[in-house]
């Protein structure tokens, strides 16, 4: 036993025991650190194997005290011996005296003592707490790599001077791919990869970067590198962006030689940050050319508004110093009125674009006959092209159904502009056509239709008709700038197309005419749902609550009630009544408005024309409280609101507001006359 006992024990044992299973007996004990191996109370050397083993378990730390205990028990030792198992070991942690981590290998060598027949056995414990805390330490360092390289889907660790390498990390995509590639030698498994998977643009700079010189020049001034190339294992899908990340695992003063690879897919990444690049670029884009639209807005505004109005200015002027001759000031006069027109043309028609292209612009849909739809925006150019003896040809189909819901004022504004165009833009005696047909096909309950409307005239060049739609565009050329225009009628028809879902087109050459094509798909209405009755021309007025009666409506004797705060309206306002011989009051807000209707008691006036925009109380609240006043005579009294922008939002805020029509201004004689009877009631003449 001595022998064996010595030929066990080896230099670097920490300490030993000898013991006799079959005797439970602790034979002898070599401890060379008393800080471990310190005299615990009722213990001894020799002594019983069981008691030197409980207490020595109770010193073994929780997580390995069952294994120890169960190596050690005496029974266990007799069948281990008998089943050969003779070489048993068991690793645990202990403090020692201090309070230190002490792990210790616990190795027992199992032999049969020939003479007595006794199991004997040679515990040695070896400290190997150095090699645990360098194992604990790694275990550590590789959580840390695994925290940092959770963005790389492989990871690789290279021996650049060795040229092996370890796979830490390797997704699926890339065993698929390159299974192949993972040769012996780091080197060949970057040639091999380059060769059959990068991109092949990519292919020279991929092997120079990841050469073990070219990582070992990177890598002395920077604990890391990175770069870009693309992968494209298989030719039927394009080519995915990788981010390779090189990181030196010691310091760079020294020869380098383990390095850690990691490598990403940044495709989306990088798609995702070009796409938010590209939007930002847009979004100043789109910045800059609003901003460039505003200012050639603002300088094409100017000039178009000073034209008429110098006319405006100037023949006043000379209607001043020519007061005594009645000719002259006729003549000045039809000037004056030609120029306002024009303004208030010009005025309507940036409105319009304005609202058509905040977004607020809504339609108006109501049932209407697709001829009188027609007919209309004719009517207002037959004049035109009177005069011009231009000959109009209109070809309606006949399979067009009777009734369609639309917004009559929008279809007549698209209409009655191409056409107007196409007189304006024809010398005299051309052809003009407007041709309506129906398209095939359309869902159940729609009728798809085509409006064209073609020309001979002057026609326009390929590079204009590319911004013909654009706001305040006009061909740079004489035989358009003789005609009057403010190159927004088109962006306007444009706009209203746009919004019904429709579209636009125009084929041209110039000198040979110009054909635009329309496509709007309209909703058929029955035959039973009744026509909007009154004329949607320009919409200078519009009567939500007609007061229908078989007899004549005699606006003889009738009193009206103004309420407006601009003064110089106020008095157009009165003196158009008076003209008109018709009794009129003004007031300047709606909240005098209530008060006049209340005080001149009921029945005394027979219609209110109410201002929308007033001060104190604005026209919508002073027609709700006029509604809601006791007295039915006084609170049904007929209103028309009168609103300088004629747009649905405000048309359905005053019919919301209970009035009955809506004048737009500026106010006509003819158009307030024509409102005013369509919401007076038929009433018997009365004296004045
Ligand atoms: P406007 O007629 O007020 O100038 P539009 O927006 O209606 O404005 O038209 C823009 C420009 O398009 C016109 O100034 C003209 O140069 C060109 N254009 C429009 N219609 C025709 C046409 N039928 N024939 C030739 N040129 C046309």
Request: aromatic content about 8%; some cysteine; overall charge negative.
């Amino acid at each position: 036993m001595d022998s064996l006992y010595r030929g066990v024990v080896t230099a670097d044992a920490f300490s030993s025991f000898e013991i006799n299973v079959t005797q439970n007996l602790v034979v002898s004990a070599v401890c060379r650190n008393p800080d471990v191996f310190y005299p615990v109370e009722g213990v001894s050397v020799p002594g019983p194997l069981d008691v030197n083993t409980r207490s020595w378990a109770e010193r073994v730390m929780s997580d390995n005290r069952d294994d120890f205990l169960r190596m050690m028990d005496r029974e266990n030792l007799l069948v281990m011996y008998e089943i050969g198992e003779r070489s048993p070991w068991v690793e645990y942690m202990v403090y020692d005296r201090s309070g230190n981590e002490v792990y210790l290998r616990e190795s027992l060598s199992l032999t049969k003592d020939e003479e007595s027949g006794d199991i004997m056995g040679v515990i040695i414990l070896r400290d190997i707490t150095e090699q645990k805390l360098v194992e604990k330490e790694n275990r550590r360092r590789l959580r840390v790599i695994e925290g940092l390289s959770v963005d790389y889907e492989s990871v690789y660790f290279v021996d650049l001077d060795r040229d092996t390498y370890d796979i830490y990390r390797r997704n699926s995509y890339i065993t698929r791919y390159y299974g192949d590639c993972f040769e012996e030698t780091y080197s060949g498994a970057i040639r091999a990869f380059a060769d059959s998977g990068v991109y092949p643009e990519d292919r020279g700079h991929f092997l120079q970067e990841m050469e073990a010189d070219t990582i070992r020049r990177k890598l002395q001034s920077q604990v890391a590198a990175r770069f870009i190339f693309r992968v494209q294992p298989d030719h039927r899908f394009p080519p995915q962006r990788y981010r390779v990340k090189l990181v030196r695992t010691g310091p760079g003063d020294r020869h380098i030689s383990n390095v850690l690879l990691g490598f990403a897919c940044v495709e989306e990444e990088m798609q995702a940050e070009s796409a938010q690049r590209e939007a930002l670029e847009s979004a100043l884009r789109q910045a800059r050319q609003a901003a460039e639209a505003k200012t050639l807005f603002l300088s094409n505004m100017s000039h178009d508004i000073r034209t008429p109005l110098n006319a405006i200015v100037g023949f006043t002027a000379l209607a001043k110093e020519h007061v005594s001759e009645p000719e002259k000031i006729q003549g000045y006069l039809a000037k004056i009125t030609e120029s306002s027109n024009h303004l208030l043309a010009l005025i309507s028609d940036v409105l319009d674009i304005t609202h058509i292209e905040s977004g607020r612009f809504s339609m108006e849909e109501s049932p209407h006959e697709v001829r009188d739809l027609i007919t209309q925006a004719v009517d207002l150019i037959r004049p035109q092209a009177a005069k011009r003896r231009t000959q109009l040809a209109i070809l309606v189909d006949d399979s067009l159904p009777k009734r369609i819901y639309c917004d009559s004022m929008r279809f007549f504004q698209v209409v009655s502009n191409l056409l107007g165009n196409a007189v304006k833009y024809t010398p005299e005696g051309g052809r003009v056509r407007l041709r309506v047909k129906r398209c095939a096909p359309s869902p159940h309950g729609y009728v798809s239709m085509e409006i064209t409307v073609s020309d001979n005239g002057i026609g326009m060049s390929q590079e204009f008709m590319e911004k013909i739609f654009d706001p305040f565009e006009r061909e740079n050329r004489t035989a358009v700038s003789r005609v009057e225009g403010s190159g927004l009628g088109l962006s306007i028809c444009k706009g209203i197309i746009d919004a019904a879902g429709g579209t636009i087109s125009v084929r041209s050459a110039p000198g040979r005419g110009s054909c635009f094509t329309v496509n709007l798909a309209f909703r058929i209405a029955q035959e039973s749902e009744e026509p909007e009755e009154e004329s949607a021309v320009g919409r200078k007025f519009h009567v939500f609550r007609k007061k229908k009666s078989g007899e004549e409506k005699s606006l003889d004797g009738i009193r009206v009630l103004v309420a407006e705060d601009n003064e110089l309206n106020r008095e157009i306002a009165i003196s158009m009544f008076e003209n008109m011989h018709i009794a009129a009051e003004a007031v300047e807000n709606g909240k005098l408005a209530v008060e006049c209707v209340k005080e001149r008691g009921a029945g005394y006036f027979d219609v209110i024309l109410m201002d929308v925009r007033m001060p104190v109380m604005d026209g919508h609240a002073a027609a709700r409280a006029i509604r809601a006043l006791p007295d039915e005579r006084m609170s049904q009294v007929p209103i028309i609101a009168m609103t300088a922008n004629a747009f649905e939002e405000d048309v359905l805020a005053a019919k919301e507001a209970g009035m009955d029509a809506y004048v737009s201004k500026p106010v006509d004689g003819k158009s307030l006359l024509s409102a005013i009877e369509a919401v007076i009631p038929a009433r018997p003449r009365r004296g004045t």
